[in-house]
T-cell receptor, first 108, second 115 residues
Framework: RKEVEQDPGPFNVPEGATVAFNCTYS??????FFWYRQDCRKEPKLLMS???SGNEDGRFTAQLNRASQYISLLIRDSKLSDSATYLC?????????FGPGTRLSVLP | EADIYQTPRYLVIGTGKKITLECSQT?????MYWYQQDPGMELHLIHY???????EKGDLSSESTVSRIRTEHFPLTLESARPSHTSQYLC??????????????FGPGTRLTVT
């Protein structure tokens, strides 16, 4: 079993849709949580850190459930430019552990 | 935008050549990392450094080597390139450890093709 698992995708959604991605992690000692986006053949870019109380940045909302070892990312009113692969990243000690990513395609 | 740079961006080279991929950052970060990623696949950590003169191997075995003589510079070297080394190499840095909730910032990557 992988340390960080994500919805396999791909997600194909129409513009304006709301889409939710799920991520689970196996190490209960995990201390930090992030969502990155990666465009095709580009580098990962930080989308947002995920805090215990949950946090929102515009159309993006991240939630953390430590008891269930689960992280989510909600994208509202999706845009064509949101098409990318979304990476869930978990950190503990000196380790950043990347999930395999969930690919999103927003269709016109 | 993160101030982390990689050169060259694209490299096509013949088998057996020695290559060095450059990575530099101007953020004063102590922690630096090298990842390898094939198209459509996951990132794999191949090397990391926690400061000058500190280097460690990552989870994925790699024939490459790294050095960290200056804080801002973390080059990766392949002594004898092979077609199996064809991949994208991504450099990253962070201000602190993963467990301290410091995020990583990535360079634009070097796409290496060995013929």
């Amino acid at each position: 079993r992988k340390e960080v698992e994500q919805d396999p995708g791909p997600f194909n959604v129409p513009e304006g849709a709301t889409v939710a991605f799920n991520c689970t992690y196996s190490n209960s000692a995990s201390q930090s949580f992030f969502w990155y986006r990666q465009d095709c053949r580009k580098e990962p870019k930080l989308l947002m850190s995920v805090y215990s109380s949950g946090n929102e940045d515009g159309r993006f909302t991240a939630q953390l459930n430590r008891a269930s070892q689960y992280i989510s990312l909600l994208i509202r009113d999706s845009k064509l430019s949101d098409s990318a692969t979304y990476l869930c990243v978990v950190g503990y000690g000196q380790n950043f552990v990347f999930g395999p990513g969930t690919r999103l395609s927003v269709l016109p | 935008e993160a101030d982390i740079y990689q050169t060259p961006r694209y490299l096509v080279i013949g088998t057996g050549k020695k290559i060095t991929l450059e990575c530099s950052q101007t953020m004063g970060h102590d922690k630096m990392y090298w990842y390898q990623q094939d198209p459509g696949m996951e990132l794999h950590l191949i090397h990391y450094s926690y400061g000058v003169n500190s280097t460690e191997k990552g989870d994925l075995s790699s024939e490459s080597t790294v050095s960290r003589i200056r804080t801002e510079h973390f080059p990766l070297t392949l002594e004898s390139a092979r077609p199996s080394h064809t991949s994208q190499y991504l450099c990253a840095s962070s201000k602190g450890l993963a467990g301290e909730a410091y995020e990583q910032y990535f360079g634009p990557g070097t796409r290496l093709t060995v013929t």
